[in-house]
């Protein structure tokens, strides 16, 4: 009967074992991915508007940027 025990005893410490190494997986992929998407899509648009600004500033120039309209 102990015999038993001690397998169901491993068997529940491996299962938590597993679970804790995938629950570590999944919040290092979450991590990447939103780093990714900061590097990708957030710093160049940052950059965009503030070369934008810069140009405005220093020429003194208007450059209107208008978003297209819905239809």
Request: include cysteine.
């Amino acid at each position: 009967m102990s015999a038993a025990k001690g397998i169901a005893g491993d068997a529940k410490s491996a299962a938590a074992g597993l679970l804790d190494e995938f629950q570590q997986t999944l919040n290092h992929l979450i991590e990447a991915l939103a780093v990714m998407i900061v590097t990708s899509c957030l710093i160049p648009i940052l950059v965009i508007l503030f070369f934008v600004w810069i140009i405005r500033t220093v020429l003194s120039v208007d450059i209107n940027i208008r978003m297209p309209k819905r239809s």
